[in-house]
């Protein structure tokens, strides 16, 4: 039976259901037990299942992401919650150097079945230090997963998919995706984390995007409608392993794209999937691959200034109609 | 007094025994590294090749006190781990040549030994990122309940001047994990000498002030390791958390190949090598009348004969095909969890 909820409890739901389904599996990061997580994700988590396994962790993010490699390698089931990407830049070399090499670089002798979690993104006025948008760079990364949830179902389903997973999974929530609403099974299932999704059918146009850029491409697809553009709109929900054929697929119907990512436009992301398109269905393309990424600034904490700074709505329709 | 007489053989048999053990030990690694020299200058190996000679006992004498099921987290210089762990000359000699009979298929070379079978958890190649690791295994072991398993992590005083030592050592003492830190305390960060780098030159000191317990030990003398070690080994298995043993030795080769080793004196080193761990072993124990020319020649013919087919076998041993080189990026459907 469905039930209504949203985004962070949907992902406490999915923790809940997963740590006591499974022993080894445990939650580690900062403030995520007697505080409830900085985003309120674990709340509650504590008192039902306790210190060992809902374990606070002193500010060093570079130790405790390693100590659930670490644990990994040791046979506990760790999810790691960095609590925000951009203090994930202190634990990088675990990231890069460790989780992502040690299975190729022993020959194939370990497996590191390690899931981290942070919040991601802008857009709530927390200025340059606090609203990055990095995902695309952990997806540059051979040997990890990279998974961006935009609907209360994969927030929820991707935990437990990764959790399944033999290598490691980064799962990217965005800030402002928190309160975002929608229904849950009283049982959680899994969700498919090989394939992108279509989630709105059009002929003229496909926009591109993923996490909380998906929510404006959407919108402009309600706008564009009422002017007779019909877009097709995906959602990219995973960005490695890329789902390509999904995107030529869509590319091969409607002849044009447009990408909407919210990190910056200079070696983003949103790069990577023009030239994918580019260079597998050129000769279907009616026009040129355009994108809509932040201004290439740090983020300002004044609102118009952020406002403008980020992919919106208004510039996703402009840029259609550029190309029709 | 000998520190000998205060320590228990690890392996079967009688004291005697057990000390020309920790001599062919050392041997082992030391004609090991003359060996990896030799072919690395023939162009046989190639990358970085970070010698331990000079540093044997510690390796040699730490072993000593890990059982089976503990586990071993090393550095970008982990041959002597490794070859005391008992992973084959063999395989190290392979993995160094790239092949894809190498203890990691050729994919870790010099820096990168690895060998789960025997709970070596590899050589960790960006200083102090071993660490963490090594927080995580014992963190492992002590939420399923394992006691009296211990993992042992290996690092330089280099690492010391990392950000993780601080965060690792706090870490495994705030959770009482069961680990042993290993500080091998060589002098120098690469060519940056240890007073140059740290305010406080005193790195027991440090690690006290982490809420880790710990102490130094002579790196020179195996038997004052495994003694160090054993004391060490033993307190953290009984399961009151982390414990620090500083070894101070001295590499009396360059940091690496690639090292014109400007940064110290040559009288430095060689009033270092006037404390090499195999002669002064060697010496003591021919003093002592428990080692005679004869053994020392069958010892050394031993090791001369083990390396001489580790090179063989690298260089007989194939390349992994090239049709495999992604195969283990990620790990097969199969090995879903």
Same mark, same amino acid.
């Given at each position: 039976?469905?039930?209504?909820?949203?985004?962070?409890?949907? $992902?406490?739901?999915? *923790?809940?259901?997963?740590?006591?389904?499974?022993?080894?599996?445990? %939650? /580690?990061?900062?403030?995520?037990? &007697? =505080?409830?997580?900085?985003?309120?994700?674990?709340?509650?988590?504590?008192?039902?299942?306790?210190?060992?396994?809902?374990?606070?962790?002193?500010?060093?993010?570079?130790?405790?992401?390693?100590?659930?490699?670490?644990?990994?390698?040791?046979? /506990?089931?760790?999810?790691?919650?960095? @609590?925000?990407?951009?203090?994930?830049? #202190?634990? #990088?070399?675990?990231?890069?150097?460790?989780?992502?090499?040690?299975?190729? @670089?022993?020959?194939?002798? *370990?497996?590191?079945? *390690?899931?981290?979690?942070?919040?991601?993104?802008?857009?709530?006025? /927390?200025?340059?230090?606090?609203?990055?948008? #990095?995902?695309?760079?952990?997806?540059?990364?051979?040997?990890?997963?990279?998974?961006?949830?935009?609907?209360?179902?994969?927030?929820?389903?991707?935990?437990?998919?990764?959790? !399944?997973?033999?290598?490691?999974?980064?799962?990217?929530?965005?800030?402002?995706?928190?309160? #975002?609403?929608?229904?849950?099974?009283?049982?959680?299932?899994?969700?498919?984390?090989?394939?992108?999704?279509?989630? &709105?059918?059009?002929?003229?146009?496909?926009?591109?995007?993923?996490?909380?850029?998906?929510?404006?491409?959407?919108?402009?697809?309600?706008?564009?409608?009422?002017?007779?553009?019909?877009?097709?709109?995906?959602?990219? &929900?995973?960005?490695?392993?890329?789902?390509?054929?999904? $995107?030529?697929?869509?590319?091969? !119907?409607?002849?044009?794209?447009?990408?909407?990512?919210?990190?910056?436009?200079?070696?983003?992301?949103?790069?990577?999937?023009?030239?994918?398109?580019?260079?597998?269905?050129?000769?279907?393309?009616?026009?040129?691959?355009? &994108?809509?990424?932040?201004?290439?600034?740090?983020?300002? =904490?004044?609102?118009? %200034?952020?406002?403008?700074?980020?992919?919106?709505?208004?510039?996703?329709?402009?840029?259609?109609?550029?190309? %029709? | 007094?000998?520190?000998?007489?205060?320590?228990?053989?690890?392996?079967?048999?009688?004291?005697?025994?057990?000390?020309?053990?920790?001599?062919?030990?050392?041997?082992?690694?030391?004609?090991?590294?003359?060996?990896?020299?030799?072919?690395?200058?023939?162009?046989?190996?190639?990358?970085?090749?970070?010698?331990?000679?000079?540093?044997?006992?510690?390796?040699?004498?730490?072993?000593?006190?890990?059982?089976? +099921?503990?586990?071993?987290?090393?550095?970008?210089?982990?041959?002597?781990?490794?070859?005391?762990?008992?992973?084959?000359?063999?395989?190290?000699?392979?993995?160094?040549?790239?092949?894809?009979?190498?203890?990691?298929?050729?994919?870790?070379?010099?820096?990168?030994?690895?060998?789960?079978?025997?709970?070596?958890?590899?050589?960790?190649?960006?200083?102090?990122?071993?660490?963490?690791?090594?927080?995580?295994?014992?963190?492992?072991?002590?939420?399923?309940?394992?006691?009296?398993?211990?993992?042992?992590?290996?690092?330089?005083?280099?690492?010391?001047?990392?950000?993780?030592?601080?965060?690792?050592?706090?870490?495994?003492?705030?959770?009482?994990?069961?680990?042993?830190?290993?500080?091998? +305390?060589?002098?120098?960060?690469m060519g940056t000498a240890l007073a140059r780098a740290q305010a406080q030159t005193n790195i027991a000191l440090k690690a006290q002030a982490m809420g880790v317990p710990g102490e130094s030990a002579d790196g020179m003398d195996v038997l004052a390791v495994e003694e160090a070690s054993h004391r060490?080994?033993?307190?953290?298995?009984?399961?009151?958390?982390?414990?620090?043993?500083?070894?101070?030795?001295?590499?009396?080769?360059?940091?690496?190949?690639?090292?014109?080793?400007?940064?110290?004196?040559?009288?430095?080193?060689?009033?270092?090598?006037?404390?090499?761990?195999?002669?002064?072993?060697?010496?003591?124990?021919?003093?002592?009348?428990?080692?005679?020319?004869?053994?020392?020649?069958?010892?050394?013919?031993?090791?001369?004969?083990?390396?001489?087919?580790?090179?063989?076998?690298?260089?007989?041993?194939?390349?992994?095909?090239?049709?495999?080189?992604?195969?283990?990026?990620?790990?097969?459907?199969?090995?879903?969890?």
């Open positions: 039976m469905k039930k209504k909820t949203t985004y962070r409890e949907a $992902i406490r739901a999915a *923790l809940r259901q997963a740590m006591r389904d499974d022993p080894r599996v445990f %939650l /580690m990061g900062e403030d995520v037990g &007697r =505080y409830g997580g900085a985003f309120a994700v674990s709340l509650g988590l504590l008192q039902e299942l306790g210190p060992e396994r809902i374990r606070d962790a002193p500010l060093s993010e570079s130790t405790f992401v390693g100590a659930g490699i670490g644990a990994a390698l040791g046979g /506990m089931r760790p999810i790691v919650e960095v @609590m925000t990407i951009n203090f994930s830049l #202190l634990a #990088l070399d675990q990231i890069v150097n460790n989780a992502a090499t040690l299975r190729h @670089m022993s020959g194939g002798q *370990l497996s590191v079945p *390690l899931v981290v979690r942070m919040a991601t993104g802008g857009a709530r006025q /927390m200025a340059a230090q606090h609203s990055h948008s #990095l995902e695309g760079w952990y997806a540059h990364i051979p040997g990890i997963k990279v998974l961006t949830p935009a609907t209360v179902t994969d927030a929820a389903g991707m935990i437990l998919a990764a959790l !399944k997973e033999p290598d490691p999974v980064f799962i990217f929530e965005h800030a402002t995706l928190y309160p #975002l609403e929608g229904e849950i099974e009283e049982r959680i299932a899994p969700v498919d984390i090989a394939k992108a999704a279509v989630c &709105r059918e059009g002929r003229d146009i496909t926009l591109i995007s993923y996490s909380a850029s998906l929510l404006k491409a959407l919108q402009a697809a309600d706008r564009l409608a009422k002017d007779g553009i019909e877009a097709e709109v995906i959602d990219l &929900r995973v960005l490695r392993p890329l789902d390509t054929a999904t $995107i030529l697929a869509s590319v091969t !119907k409607t002849h044009r794209a447009v990408i909407v990512d919210e990190a910056w436009r200079t070696g983003s992301f949103a790069g990577e999937i023009s030239a994918q398109i580019t260079e597998h269905a050129f000769d279907e393309l009616d026009a040129p691959v355009s &994108r809509v990424c932040s201004a290439e600034v740090p983020m300002p =904490y004044a609102v118009h %200034l952020e406002t403008a700074a980020l992919p919106q709505a208004d510039t996703i329709v402009t840029t259609v109609h550029g190309l %029709l | 007094m000998s520190s000998a007489s205060k320590i228990e053989p690890t392996v079967q048999g009688t004291a005697r025994e057990h000390q020309l053990f920790l001599l062919r030990e050392m041997l082992r690694i030391r004609r090991f590294e003359e060996k990896a020299a030799e072919v690395y200058s023939l162009g046989k190996i190639h990358g970085f090749l970070h010698l331990y000679i000079g540093e044997e006992a510690v390796a040699v004498g730490a072993m000593q006190a890990l059982n089976a +099921n503990d586990r071993i987290v090393a550095t970008y210089r982990e041959h002597g781990q490794a070859l005391a762990r008992g992973t084959p000359a063999n395989s190290l000699m392979a993995e160094m040549y790239g092949k894809v009979t190498g203890c990691s298929h050729g994919h870790g070379g010099s820096m990168h030994f690895f060998d789960i079978s025997r709970r070596f958890y590899g050589g960790y190649a960006i200083v102090g990122g071993g660490l963490p690791i090594a927080v995580g295994l014992a963190l492992a072991d002590k939420m399923q309940h394992h006691e009296g398993i211990i993992t042992a992590c290996f690092f330089g005083d280099g690492a010391v001047a990392e950000g993780e030592f601080y965060e690792s050592l706090n870490l495994a003492a705030l959770w009482k994990l069961p680990l042993l830190f290993l500080c091998e +305390n060589n002098l120098y960060a060490a080994a033993q307190a953290v298995r009984a399961g009151n958390g982390p414990l620090f043993l500083e070894l101070r030795t001295y590499r009396f080769r360059a940091h690496s190949m690639a090292d014109p080793d400007l940064y110290r004196s040559k009288e430095e080193i060689a009033e270092w090598r006037t404390r090499d761990p195999i002669t002064t072993f060697t010496a003591r124990l021919r003093e002592r009348g428990l080692l005679s020319d004869h053994d020392l020649a069958n010892l050394e013919n031993a090791v001369a004969a083990e390396l001489a087919e580790a090179v063989q076998f690298a260089e007989t041993s194939p390349w992994e095909p090239i049709e495999d080189l992604t195969k283990d990026v990620c790990t097969p459907e199969v090995g879903k969890l």
